[in-house]
Nanobody, 126 residues
């Protein structure tokens, strides 16, 4: 089992930044691919970013590329999402998720992630 605790959301003005962390426990962190997803009110869950086990590979949704950066510190069992130049349309609940090395499916698919954090609210005001 893997437990994920994401935090660090909040209210920020457009153009501002946030860097929510997600702390993992229960399994060797470096064995997990990690991802961030988000869900805005009335919308479906959306892929944001993912990072491979040792951080060598990252992928981003087109809507956040060049503004968001995913990173991880395996020694601290933590993954981060640095969000810069935030826009009102970034307002959503953000979830971190963990993907086992044996998972099937694409790494931008929520269905391939077995473990999820409880979510952290990010609100961007205009």
């Amino acid at each position: 089992q893997v437990q994920l605790v994401d935090s660090g959301g909040g209210l920020v003005q457009a153009g501002g930044s946030l860097r929510p962390p997600c702390a993992a426990s229960g399994r060797t962190f470096s064995s997990l691919d990690m991802g961030w997803f988000r869900q805005a009110p009335g919308k479906e869950l959306e892929f944001v970013a993912r990072i491979s086990r040792f951080g060598g590979v990252t992928d981003y949704a087109a809507s956040v590329k060049c503004r968001f950066t995913i990173s991880r510190e395996n020694a601290k069992n933590t993954v981060y999402l640095q969000m810069n130049s935030l826009k009102p349309e970034d307002t959503a609940v953000y979830y971190c998720a963990a993907r086992l090395p044996t998972a099937f499916g694409y790494s931008d698919s929520a269905a391939s992630y077995a473990y999820w954090g409880q979510g952290t609210q990010v609100t961007v005001s205009s």
